[in-house]
């Protein structure tokens, strides 16, 4: 075993995103580009000599071999310790918790998210802070900055490391720590909920399907909601996860989540269906022939989280990323509770979770979690509804209808245009920017534009400011249209279009939410210029 200094020279492009540096797997598996990047965290987060770190990914190809990297450089520069997953995985709310409890120094999580893997598909690294959450953005523009200076990284020549086996062996004085992946993490959802209530609730015969798509939360889910609440075997489904994600699109939603949408619009349709994401963060809602979106399930549960014994004693005060519906601001005027708007990504949130200011928080693109982590968290999602019906006894469908009924109802579509030519994507937001200031009072398919403009963040703890985080342009009457460029794609631009308006007459709050947004959606071309600046009539996905 020999401790190793490789000279290296600067790779362009190594700028964490929305959420860490994601990019195709054959990039992060050429030369340099994964040591360079490790490199540059440890000069990012100050050193890691004497540091205790967290290390699990969600399965994806590469996975594993990225982890005999990342420990070999961790041992090469004086890391005291590395918890690891057993076989380097864990989702991650799961190394959340981990980084969290064991009082560490922080984790490297692996992972693309709901982004596709495999060799021609996506990879990704992500560094989360001790208080368990993504770095902020001091952090990652230290890393980013480290990486364009690197000359050298510091490795340990080693055989690989037998990551199957659990317990601790040594790696060139680093103590490596090897753990499963997930009784840390049930045993911290059975303080949250009552376990009891939700397994009465299975046993009376509520029938539920979850779908792991393949991806890191079949050993969670099968060990929670199977063994630990009796849900019969077979509940979930493509529970194994497979470096690809069986060649599928491991994104929670109608579109990618397709196999579920069928079966909970099937004619024998269980009670209640859920899915989640390739590392375990997202979450997506169905009940019984309704999608549930996740900005009113965000909703939904800021309405009842005092059902469950977690949350008895109330809510701190919650907050969404702005473009998130505001279906939630709804529940927590009616409530009198803080309700704050942050950029979109859930490092946003770390500030507020951790000053006390908000205990549930969440995101339109299927995040929703609470201060129990610093991270997003799907199955946490899941089991919080399974407890609010266990004492609601009521069907998906129903809740809703009694939900928008109390507070009205948010229509909600998110239009994403992907692989868009940068320059393009970049001309359109340019040309909108500059004409904001006189969209006010223009009025376009019969709405009329109240206010537009680009949001900036003064996040209120720490007082930093993040600036350029979206155009929202609001109308007389409650609609809403927000313009962004995504921060974690790998090819060219996507352009996301949030969509929103707001209905309190019960008796239209049961329509297609394309059908009631068609104005919305109209208004947003006649705006921004979509098709006028690429090319594009319709949108790839719509959520
Ligand atoms: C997307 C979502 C955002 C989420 C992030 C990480 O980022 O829109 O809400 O936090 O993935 O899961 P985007 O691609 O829009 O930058
Ligand atoms: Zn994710």
Request: aromatic share 8%; glycine share 12%.
């Amino acid at each position: 075993m020999q401790r190793i200094t490789v000279q290296t020279t600067p790779i362009e492009g190594q700028k964490p995103g929305t959420s860490g540096l994601r990019k195709k797997t054959r990039v992060f598996m050429g030369a340099h580009y994964l040591e360079n990047f490790v490199q540059a965290i440890w000069a990012g987060i100050g050193g890691v000599a004497g540091k205790t770190l967290v290390l699990g990914g969600d399965g994806r190809y590469f996975n594993d071999r990225a982890a005999q990297v990342i420990l070999r450089m961790a041992a090469a520069s004086g890391a005291k310790k590395v918890i690891v997953g057993q076989n380097a995985l864990l989702s991650t709310p799961a190394a959340s918790n981990l980084i969290r409890i064991r009082k560490t120094g922080g984790g490297i999580i692996m992972s693309a998210s709901h982004n596709p893997g495999g060799p021609e598909e996506d990879f990704g690294v992500k560094f989360n802070t001790p208080n368990g959450g993504p770095a902020p953005e001091d952090v990652t523009n230290r890393i980013f900055e480290a990486t364009r200076q690197v000359t050298s990284y510091d490795i340990v020549e080693t055989q690989d490391i037998d990551l199957s086996r659990l317990g601790a062996m040594r790696l060139a004085g680093m103590e490596i720590e090897i753990v499963d992946p997930v009784a840390d993490y049930a045993a911290l959802m059975e303080t949250l909920f009552d376990f009891d209530a939700i397994r009465g609730l299975l046993a009376s015969g509520f029938r539920l399907r979850f779908d792991a798509m393949h991806a890191v939360t079949g050993p969670y889910a099968k060990a929670i909601l199977e063994e630990k609440l009796g849900a019969p075997a077979g509940s979930v489904v493509n529970a194994v996860p497979s470096p690809d994600f069986g060649g599928g699109h491991p994104d929670p939603n109608p579109i990618w989540a397709k196999e579920l949408m069928d079966a909970m619009f099937a004619a024998d349709a269980p009670d209640f269906g859920a899915a989640s994401d390739g590392d375990g963060d997202r979450n997506m809602i169905v009940g019984r022939g309704i999608y549930v979106t996740p900005s009113d399930s965000l909703a939904v549960l800021a309405a009842n989280a005092h059902l469950a014994p977690g949350y008895a004693a109330g809510l701190k005060g919650v907050a969404r990323s702005m473009p998130t519906s505001r279906a939630l601001d709804r529940v927590a005027a009616a409530k009198g509770l803080d309700c704050y708007e942050t950029p979109t990504g859930w490092k946003f949130f770390g500030n507020l979770l951790d000053a006390g200011r908000v205990s549930l928080c969440g995101e339109e693109s299927a995040g929703t979690g609470s201060d129990h982590v610093r991270e997003k968290d799907g199955l946490w999602a899941v089991l919080l509804w399974l407890n609010i019906i266990a004492v609601k006894r009521q069907a998906v469908a129903d809740m809703m209808t009694v939900h928008w009924s109390e507070f009205g109802r948010n229509y909600y579509s998110r239009h994403d245009y992907e692989g868009v030519e940068t320059d393009k994507a970049n001309t359109l937001v340019d040309d909108l920017r500059a004409r904001l200031a006189d969209l006010p009072g223009k009025v376009f398919s019969g709405l009329t534009v109240e206010t537009a403009d680009e949001f900036a963040y003064d996040d209120p703890v720490d007082g930093s400011r993040s600036e350029n985080q979206g155009i929202r342009v609001a109308f007389e009457g409650g609609a809403r249209i927000v313009y962004r460029l995504s921060g974690t794609g790998t090819v060219g631009a996507t352009l996301r279009v949030y969509l929103e308006d707001v209905e309190s007459d019960p008796a239209k709050m049961h329509r297609d939410a394309q059908e009631a947004l068609s104005a919305v959606i109209s208004a947003a071309d006649e705006i921004g210029g979509i098709t006028r600046f690429t090319g594009r009539s319709e949108p790839d996905v719509r959520t």
